[in-house]
């Protein structure tokens, strides 16, 4: 099974079922697989073949959705680009993966380099212009299922991003279990107003959603006033955020209509205990979190289908497995910390046309994840944070998620972010950056305090910063490396 063929299966089971959902227009699943046939006969008819990489430069859309399933029935690869990006980070991409076309939008279209440094390029079309490109309708392509389905290139947290090939077999068996997991139906509507130029909006929500053959409710990006209101109106009753939008609606007045939703996901960062436990308490319900990275398509473990832990990310979907190892690759026992790594039939084909970072980042058939954790007894794993943002005080680790965590309890606090910082004697320090919650107050001495009964003296902030909004990527992931280089010009 490839990917266009979880349309094709939808279409054919539930035909006169709604399917999407954008603004004021709507399709059954007849009327967006018959769209996406048809625009898909047009892509072909401009000259596009198979194996071809076709740019999706747009914003949370209907044509979005009709573009990447167009392109799946004609073999082309979909390439994700980031609608936030600035010129040279697009032309860096496109530079690097030669896509042949680019699907664009008048909202987003500046941002586009010029066609002089993007010479791969023969089509730029107009997202408003798509209606009018027609051509035979198509069927999916028979296509292997080892060949790349799609391209996402990574959020470039540290370095430079790079392009992550994921197989029909990744995303068909990662949606499949996304169902499975979390117990998809028909019946089933969820709010997209994640961008689907990423991994969690693409595959997570967008492919799982049309495979059950559920209600796609896209919005172009998360603000919050309209959010509330799709939440009640469309009756979701799948809740889909990232922490900081949990963060962001627990510090609001009014509450969050939650009466249809069944089930609230959180994923692309860990979400703090403290919110968690807050979450529940307003609204009776847990978080369930997901992990995994673009690299595993991106869904690599669930908390959880049988029994809920707070504060986990649960244990490994259906044919997946995760271990705890140390430096040298070596399994660890329960408890111990180490890096989490994967593997499975969610693990990436590799990154486009980088062979030494794919060999780096799989290593005997075990996707490194970066992040380190440990298992439980009961075989639940745990996040404690990324190797890299690892704080080395005088020769003792400081993991800024623990650091975090204390902060969170104050009732002042809003957001946190730790960072390492030099120090002359120490190697580095502790550094806090803190975003308070409207109307509220605290000094960096009531923030040390709350510190100091809970961790050991190396970990309290030797410094905190309080700034009025931490910097994100699209999907809400703290940029540390934006902290580090405040902290660094403020030197």
């Known amino acids: 099974?490839?990917?266009?063929?979880?349309?094709?299966?939808?279409?054919?089971?539930?035909?006169d079922r709604?399917?999407?959902?954008?603004g004021e227009r709507r399709w059954t699943y007849r009327e967006l697989e018959a769209d996406a046939a048809r625009l898909?006969?047009?892509?072909?008819?401009?000259?596009?073949?198979?194996?071809?990489r076709l740019g999706l430069h747009l914003p949370n859309s209907a044509e979005f959705v009709l573009t990447y399933y167009a392109a799946q029935k004609a073999g082309l690869v979909p390439l994700s680009l980031n609608v936030t990006y600035a010129k040279d980070e697009i032309a860096y991409i496109a530079s690097d993966a030669q896509p042949r076309a680019i699907v664009t939008a008048d909202a987003v279209a500046g941002n586009l380099p010029a066609p002089a440094d993007i010479p791969s390029v023969r089509h730029v079309l107009n997202a408003r212009d798509l209606a009018r490109l027609d051509g035979p309708p198509m069927r999916a392509l028979d296509l292997d299922r080892e060949e790349t389905a799609a391209i996402l290139y990574t959020s470039a947290t540290t370095g430079r991003p790079k392009g992550v090939m994921l197989t029909h077999a990744n995303v068909v068996s990662n949606t499949h279990a996304t169902v499975h997991h979390l117990r998809m139906t028909p019946d089933d509507r969820g709010l997209c107003a994640l961008p689907m130029f990423h991994c969690f909006g693409q595959n997570f929500?967008?492919?799982?959603?049309?495979?059950?053959?559920?209600?796609?409710?896209?919005?172009?990006?998360?603000?919050?006033?309209?959010?509330?209101?799709?939440?009640a109106r469309e009756r979701i009753t799948l809740l889909y955020a990232v922490p900081t939008m949990y963060i962001l609606f627990l510090s609001r007045p009014a509450k969050l209509d939650v009466s249809s939703v069944r089930l609230c996901f959180s994923a692309a960062a860990t979400l703090p205990t403290d919110i968690e436990r807050r979450w529940y308490e307003t609204y009776g319900h847990w978080v369930h979190q997901g992990y995994g990275l673009t690299e595993?398509?991106?869904?690599?473990?669930?908390?959880?289908?049988?029994?809920?832990?707070?504060?986990?990310?649960?244990?490994?979907?259906?044919?997946?497995?995760?271990?705890?190892?140390?430096?040298?690759?070596?399994?660890?026992?329960?408890?111990?910390?180490?890096?989490?790594?994967?593997?499975?039939?969610?693990?990436?084909?590799?990154?486009f046309g980088n062979p030494q970072a794919t060999a780096e980042a799989i290593r005997n058939g075990w996707l490194h994840s970066g992040d380190i954790g440990y298992r439980d007894a009961d075989g639940y794993?745990?996040?404690?944070?990324?190797?890299?943002?690892?704080?080395?005080?005088?020769?003792?680790?400081?993991?800024?998620?623990?650091?975090?965590?204390?902060?969170?309890?104050?009732?002042?606090?809003?957001?946190?972010?730790?960072?390492?910082?030099?120090?002359?004697?120490?190697?580095?320090?502790?550094k806090a950056y803190v975003v308070l919650r409207d109307g509220m107050t605290a000094t960096p001495a009531d923030l040390q305090a709350v510190c100091r009964g809970a961790i050991a003296a190396y970990k309290v902030p030797e410094a905190v910063e309080f700034i009025d909004a931490l910097p994100k990527n699209p999907t809400g992931k703290i940029l540390k490396k934006e902290l580090r280089r405040r902290d660094e010009n403020a030197r």
């Open 1 to 15: 099974m490839n990917v266009a063929e979880l349309l094709e299966r939808s279409a054919r089971y539930h035909a």
């Open 18 to 22: 709604p399917a999407l959902l954008a």
């Open 40 to 52: 898909a006969g047009g892509f072909t008819a401009l000259g596009l073949r198979p194996g071809d």
């Open 205 to 231: 929500i967008m492919n799982a959603l049309v495979a059950a053959g559920g209600r796609l409710v896209v919005q172009e990006r998360f603000v919050p006033d309209p959010f509330v209101d799709a939440v």
């Open 296 to 351: 595993c398509s991106p869904f690599g473990s669930y908390n959880h289908d049988v029994a809920f832990r707070p504060g986990s990310i649960g244990t490994p979907i259906e044919n997946v497995e995760m271990k705890i190892v140390d430096e040298h690759g070596r399994e660890l026992p329960d408890g111990e910390l180490g890096e989490i790594v994967i593997k499975g039939p969610n693990v990436m084909k590799g990154y």
């Open 381 to 430: 794993f745990f996040i404690v944070d990324r190797v890299k943002d690892m704080i080395n005080v005088a020769g003792f680790k400081v993991f800024p998620r623990e650091v975090e965590e204390v902060l969170f309890r104050h009732p002042a606090v809003k957001e946190a972010a730790v960072i390492g910082m030099p120090d002359a004697v120490r190697g580095e320090a502790v």
